[in-house]
Protein backbone atom coordinates (compact mmCIF):
# COMPACT_ATOMS: atom_id res chain seq x y z
CA UNK A 1 0.00 0.00 0.00
CA UNK A 2 1.70 3.61 -0.91
CA UNK A 3 1.86 6.18 2.01
CA UNK A 4 0.51 9.15 1.62
CA UNK A 5 1.28 12.30 3.65
CA UNK A 6 0.63 12.35 6.74
CA UNK A 7 1.22 9.01 7.03
CA UNK A 8 3.97 6.89 9.23
CA UNK A 9 6.08 7.57 5.85
CA UNK A 10 5.99 11.15 5.64
CA UNK A 11 6.52 11.16 9.46
CA UNK A 12 9.73 9.02 9.13
CA UNK A 13 10.87 11.13 5.91
CA UNK A 14 10.27 14.37 7.95
CA UNK A 15 12.45 12.30 10.93
CA UNK A 16 15.19 11.50 8.25
CA UNK A 17 15.19 15.05 7.61
CA UNK A 18 15.82 16.53 11.19
CA UNK A 19 18.64 14.30 11.28
CA UNK A 20 20.13 15.21 8.10
CA UNK A 21 19.53 18.75 9.10
CA UNK A 22 21.66 17.90 12.24
CA UNK A 23 24.29 16.02 11.46
CA UNK A 24 25.13 16.45 7.82
CA UNK A 25 24.39 13.10 6.74
CA UNK A 26 22.95 9.46 7.42
CA UNK A 27 23.46 6.07 6.60
CA UNK A 28 21.00 3.27 5.21
CA UNK A 29 22.02 1.26 8.20
CA UNK A 30 21.54 4.15 10.69
CA UNK A 31 17.77 4.46 9.24
CA UNK A 32 16.90 0.92 9.89
CA UNK A 33 18.34 1.37 13.59
CA UNK A 34 16.30 4.02 14.46
CA UNK A 35 13.09 3.58 12.48
CA UNK A 36 12.85 -0.02 12.49
CA UNK A 37 11.98 0.07 8.50
CA UNK A 38 14.08 -2.50 6.10
CA UNK A 39 16.74 -1.65 3.65
CA UNK A 40 14.54 -1.33 0.92
CA UNK A 41 12.31 0.97 2.87
CA UNK A 42 14.96 3.05 3.62
CA UNK A 43 16.53 3.67 0.10
CA UNK A 44 13.12 4.41 -0.71
CA UNK A 45 12.87 7.21 1.48
CA UNK A 46 16.12 8.44 0.41
CA UNK A 47 14.96 8.88 -3.13
CA UNK A 48 11.73 10.00 -2.53
CA UNK A 49 13.23 12.81 -0.25
CA UNK A 50 15.86 13.40 -3.27
CA UNK A 51 13.34 14.66 -5.51
CA UNK A 52 11.94 17.79 -3.42
CA UNK A 53 14.55 18.06 -0.33
CA UNK A 54 18.10 19.47 -0.61
CA UNK A 55 18.99 15.49 0.02
CA UNK A 56 21.54 14.10 -1.90
CA UNK A 57 21.74 10.17 -2.11
CA UNK A 58 25.29 8.83 -1.78
CA UNK A 59 26.86 5.22 -1.68
CA UNK A 60 25.02 3.84 1.57
CA UNK A 61 23.18 6.77 2.24
CA UNK A 62 22.23 10.37 1.71
CA UNK A 63 23.87 13.76 2.80
CA UNK A 64 22.08 17.30 3.32
CA UNK A 65 23.29 19.73 0.86
CA UNK A 66 20.90 22.54 2.28
CA UNK A 67 24.46 24.89 1.95
CA UNK A 68 23.65 24.62 -1.86
CA UNK A 69 26.01 26.47 -4.19
CA UNK A 70 28.41 27.88 -1.18
CA UNK A 71 29.64 24.62 0.16
CA UNK A 72 33.06 22.44 -1.72
CA UNK A 73 33.32 18.40 -1.19
CA UNK A 74 36.52 16.97 -1.20
CA UNK A 75 37.22 14.85 -3.88
CA UNK A 76 36.68 11.55 -1.45
CA UNK A 77 33.06 12.93 -0.86
CA UNK A 78 32.16 14.01 -4.47
CA UNK A 79 33.39 10.41 -5.54
CA UNK A 80 30.73 8.50 -3.15
CA UNK A 81 27.53 10.30 -4.63
CA UNK A 82 25.81 9.64 -7.78
CA UNK A 83 28.29 7.21 -8.67
CA UNK A 84 26.32 4.92 -11.04
CA UNK A 85 25.06 8.19 -12.93
CA UNK A 86 28.51 9.27 -12.56
CA UNK A 87 29.69 5.84 -14.38
CA UNK A 88 27.30 6.08 -17.26
CA UNK A 89 28.22 9.60 -18.32
CA UNK A 90 31.94 8.43 -18.29
CA UNK A 91 31.33 5.68 -20.15
CA UNK A 92 29.65 7.91 -22.66
CA UNK A 93 32.15 10.55 -22.79
CA UNK A 94 34.44 7.81 -23.37
CA UNK A 95 32.71 6.26 -26.75
CA UNK A 96 33.26 9.90 -27.78
CA UNK A 97 36.89 9.70 -27.59
CA UNK A 98 38.62 7.73 -30.64
CA UNK A 99 42.62 6.85 -31.53
CA UNK A 100 44.29 10.05 -32.38
CA UNK A 101 42.89 12.06 -30.31
CA UNK A 102 44.65 14.88 -27.93
CA UNK A 103 42.08 15.25 -24.91
CA UNK A 104 42.11 17.77 -22.07
CA UNK A 105 40.63 16.66 -18.53
CA UNK A 106 40.09 18.49 -15.88
CA UNK A 107 39.21 17.23 -12.13
CA UNK A 108 36.34 15.73 -10.58
CA UNK A 109 34.80 12.59 -9.96
CA UNK A 110 33.35 11.89 -13.07
CA UNK A 111 36.77 12.33 -14.49
CA UNK A 112 38.33 10.56 -12.36
CA UNK A 113 35.88 7.55 -13.93
CA UNK A 114 36.12 8.04 -17.16
CA UNK A 115 39.97 8.00 -16.93
CA UNK A 116 39.65 4.36 -15.60
CA UNK A 117 38.16 3.87 -18.62
CA UNK A 118 40.68 4.76 -20.75
CA UNK A 119 43.38 2.99 -19.39
CA UNK A 120 43.18 -0.03 -21.44
CA UNK A 121 43.10 2.25 -24.79
CA UNK A 122 45.73 3.60 -26.55
CA UNK A 123 47.11 6.31 -29.40
CA UNK A 124 45.87 8.71 -27.64
CA UNK A 125 46.93 11.81 -25.62
CA UNK A 126 45.92 13.38 -22.49
CA UNK A 127 46.17 16.82 -20.81
CA UNK A 128 45.17 17.17 -17.27
CA UNK A 129 45.66 19.16 -14.45
CA UNK A 130 44.35 16.78 -11.86
CA UNK A 131 46.82 14.43 -10.41
CA UNK A 132 45.04 11.66 -9.27
CA UNK A 133 43.61 11.09 -12.94
CA UNK A 134 47.20 11.51 -14.43
CA UNK A 135 47.99 8.52 -11.39
CA UNK A 136 45.34 6.97 -13.31
CA UNK A 137 46.73 6.84 -16.07
CA UNK A 138 50.15 6.06 -15.08
CA UNK A 139 51.38 2.69 -16.32
CA UNK A 140 49.20 2.57 -19.94
CA UNK A 141 49.93 2.79 -23.34
CA UNK A 142 48.46 6.43 -23.06
CA UNK A 143 50.64 9.58 -23.56
CA UNK A 144 49.83 11.71 -20.66
CA UNK A 145 50.95 15.30 -19.99
CA UNK A 146 50.71 16.92 -16.62
CA UNK A 147 50.42 20.75 -16.39
CA UNK A 148 52.25 22.80 -13.75
CA UNK A 149 50.64 24.49 -10.76
CA UNK A 150 49.89 24.13 -7.14
CA UNK A 151 47.83 21.39 -6.00
CA UNK A 152 44.47 21.80 -4.45
CA UNK A 153 44.04 19.28 -1.63
CA UNK A 154 40.32 19.18 -2.13
CA UNK A 155 40.70 18.26 -5.72
CA UNK A 156 43.93 17.42 -6.16
CA UNK A 157 44.05 19.84 -9.68
CA UNK A 158 46.35 21.86 -9.95
CA UNK A 159 46.04 25.81 -10.31
CA UNK A 160 47.83 28.51 -10.63
CA UNK A 161 50.06 31.07 -13.15
CA UNK A 162 53.07 28.10 -13.68
CA UNK A 163 50.03 25.72 -15.34
CA UNK A 164 48.31 28.34 -17.22
CA UNK A 165 51.32 29.03 -18.65
CA UNK A 166 51.93 25.53 -19.51
CA UNK A 167 48.51 25.30 -21.02
CA UNK A 168 48.80 28.44 -23.17
CA UNK A 169 51.55 26.48 -25.74
CA UNK A 170 49.45 23.26 -26.37
CA UNK A 171 46.56 22.05 -28.52
CA UNK A 172 44.18 20.04 -27.15
CA UNK A 173 41.21 18.93 -29.56
CA UNK A 174 38.34 17.85 -26.95
CA UNK A 175 38.28 19.08 -23.82
CA UNK A 176 36.09 17.77 -20.81
CA UNK A 177 35.46 19.75 -18.26
CA UNK A 178 34.09 18.44 -14.71
CA UNK A 179 31.80 21.37 -13.34
CA UNK A 180 29.56 21.90 -9.60
CA UNK A 181 27.13 23.95 -11.60
CA UNK A 182 25.11 24.42 -15.12
CA UNK A 183 22.65 27.18 -15.49
CA UNK A 184 21.33 29.53 -18.62
CA UNK A 185 23.06 32.55 -17.11
CA UNK A 186 25.43 31.65 -15.20
CA UNK A 187 26.58 28.76 -18.07
CA UNK A 188 29.04 26.33 -16.28
CA UNK A 189 31.09 27.24 -12.54
CA UNK A 190 32.57 25.85 -10.12
CA UNK A 191 33.10 26.45 -6.46
CA UNK A 192 36.65 27.43 -6.54
CA UNK A 193 38.20 30.76 -8.38
CA UNK A 194 41.85 28.61 -9.30
CA UNK A 195 39.97 25.87 -10.89
CA UNK A 196 37.61 27.93 -13.01
CA UNK A 197 40.60 29.87 -14.22
CA UNK A 198 42.75 26.94 -15.29
CA UNK A 199 39.21 25.65 -16.67
CA UNK A 200 39.25 28.91 -18.61
CA UNK A 201 43.09 28.10 -19.92
CA UNK A 202 41.98 24.57 -20.97
CA UNK A 203 39.19 25.56 -22.92
CA UNK A 204 40.79 28.74 -24.82
CA UNK A 205 43.46 26.01 -26.08
CA UNK A 206 40.88 23.49 -27.11
CA UNK A 207 38.96 22.82 -30.11
CA UNK A 208 35.59 21.51 -28.15
CA UNK A 209 34.37 21.77 -25.03
CA UNK A 210 32.48 18.64 -23.17
CA UNK A 211 30.93 19.78 -19.91
CA UNK A 212 30.38 16.44 -17.91
CA UNK A 213 27.97 15.84 -14.90
CA UNK A 214 25.35 14.68 -13.41
CA UNK A 215 21.86 15.80 -12.55
CA UNK A 216 22.68 17.22 -9.27
CA UNK A 217 24.25 20.19 -10.94
CA UNK A 218 21.74 21.35 -13.20
CA UNK A 219 20.32 24.40 -12.56
CA UNK A 220 22.96 25.70 -10.18
CA UNK A 221 25.65 28.46 -10.39
CA UNK A 222 28.26 28.02 -8.15
CA UNK A 223 29.64 31.31 -7.72
CA UNK A 224 33.06 31.37 -10.05
CA UNK A 225 32.19 31.41 -13.58
CA UNK A 226 34.27 28.97 -16.18
CA UNK A 227 32.55 30.11 -19.02
CA UNK A 228 29.30 30.69 -21.23
CA UNK A 229 27.26 27.88 -23.02
CA UNK A 230 27.75 29.43 -26.29
CA UNK A 231 31.54 28.10 -25.10
CA UNK A 232 30.54 24.59 -25.56
CA UNK A 233 30.60 22.05 -27.84
CA UNK A 234 28.37 19.71 -25.88
CA UNK A 235 27.17 18.20 -22.27
CA UNK A 236 27.22 14.95 -21.20
CA UNK A 237 24.64 14.71 -18.22
CA UNK A 238 22.39 11.63 -16.70
CA UNK A 239 19.26 13.56 -16.93
CA UNK A 240 17.41 15.22 -20.03
CA UNK A 241 17.47 18.94 -19.95
CA UNK A 242 14.53 20.82 -19.80
CA UNK A 243 13.73 24.41 -19.47
CA UNK A 244 15.78 27.66 -20.28
CA UNK A 245 19.21 25.46 -20.04
CA UNK A 246 18.05 23.25 -22.18
CA UNK A 247 16.40 26.37 -24.39
CA UNK A 248 19.59 28.68 -24.43
CA UNK A 249 21.86 25.11 -25.24
CA UNK A 250 19.26 24.64 -28.46
CA UNK A 251 20.28 28.23 -28.99
CA UNK A 252 23.80 27.75 -29.81
CA UNK A 253 23.37 24.15 -31.46
CA UNK A 254 25.15 22.95 -28.24
CA UNK A 255 24.74 19.17 -28.39
CA UNK A 256 23.21 17.28 -25.36
CA UNK A 257 23.94 13.90 -24.77
CA UNK A 258 22.10 11.74 -22.40
CA UNK A 259 22.73 8.07 -21.07
CA UNK A 260 20.37 5.55 -20.99
Avoid: W
Avoid at 2 to 14: D, F, I, M, W, Y
Avoid at 31 to 40: N, T, Y
Avoid at 230 to 243: C, F, H, Q, W
Amino acid sequence: MTEGNGSKGQRRREAILQLLKGQGRITIAEIVERFGCSEATARRDLEQMEEVYPVIRTIGGAMYDGMGTMRELHFAEKEGLSILEKEKIAELAAALIVEGDVIGMSGGSTNFLLAKLLKSRKGITVVTNAVNIAMELAGSQIQVVVTGGIMRHNSFELCGPLGEGMISQLHIGKMFIGIDGISAVGGISSYSEQEAQIAKALIKRSQETYAVFDHTKTNRTSLFSIAALSELRAVITDSPLTGEVAEELGRHDVSIYITD
